[in-house]
């Protein structure tokens, strides 16, 4: 990985003061880098021009904004999408904001995210799911046109996937191919669906269950002028939430 400041500050500390010179400026530009979050020469020229760090929320965002603009013109689907992540990520107040303040900035195309996506590599889950819900901005209009698939190609190439797996993870988000019955589940990832663990009791499960499922039923998402995509992936989620209720209901043995 470049970091800047740190190749920059071990050629300063070299002119002044030789081999010396240049271990202490390499730490020093270290420290730089790491206070400034610098990966890149262009994260060094977009913090001199005044543009703060991407933080991985705000990234996701960022990437958003951007697919959602990548055709000259953001519309409702667009930003009911971008309320429905903020929503799944259990958003604060002040977390909101900045994700729209994020989405705001994507839209305009000026950022440079190659090397945040490739520091994000590292993190393969916390990868997957940006790419998922790029996947699901791209269809939140109810089409995926050329100029959004050859974004979310470019941003997977970067974040480490092959063509194979992009391919395999864009057929999940083609309507007519994504099966409404969800896959068979262990018990550790009911649990994790439901954000709850196996000493949770019996009655915060149940409030756990609703809460999301009130949060993710299709008729809710459909009373607010969702494409029928959206519509699909409720449905889906909602699918989910039961079988993870079902299976965790059983396995606990309550009613």
């Not at 240049?22 to 420290?31: D, E, H, K, R």
């Not at 913090?47 to 055709?71: C, H, I, M, T, Y």
């Not at 590292?122 to 269809?139: D, K, N």
């Amino acid at each position: 990985m470049l970091w800047p400041g740190t190749l920059i500050g071990a050629g300063a500390g070299f002119a002044i003061a030789s081999i010396p010179g240049a271990m202490l400026g390499a730490l020093l530009g270290q420290a730089l880098d790491r206070r400034l979050q610098l990966h890149s020469w262009a994260q060094l020229r977009e913090r001199l021009g005044g543009r703060p760090a991407l933080r991985n929320d705000e990234l996701l965002f960022v990437l958003l904004g951007r697919l959602a603009k990548s055709n000259g013109r953001v519309v409702d689907g667009h930003i009911h999408q971008a309320r429905q992540e903020m929503r799944s990520l259990d958003m604060t107040e002040s977390a909101q904001r900045r994700a729209i303040a994020a989405f705001n900035r994507g839209k305009s195309g000026a950022d440079r995210v190659r090397s945040y996506l490739r520091v994000l590599k590292a993190q393969p889950h916390a990868a997957e799911g940006v790419l998922r819900a790029c996947w699901r901005m791209a269809w939140a209009d109810g089409k995926a046109d050329d100029a959004e698939r050859d974004l979310i190609d470019l941003w997977g190439k970067w974040l480490g996937w092959t063509p194979q797996q992009l391919q395999a993870l864009a057929a999940d988000f083609k309507p007519e191919h994504r099966p409404l019955v969800s896959r068979g589940i262990t018990y550790q990832e009911a649990l994790r669906l439901l954000g709850v663990t196996a000493t949770t009791e019996p009655s915060g499960i149940k409030q756990a269950y609703r809460r999301l499922l009130s949060r993710h039923h299709p008729d809710k998402i459909a009373g607010t002028g969702a494409s029928p995509a959206q519509v699909r992936e409720a449905t889906e989620r909602t699918r989910e939430l039961h079988n993870a209720y079902t299976l965790i209901r059983e396995r606990r043995d309550f009613r």
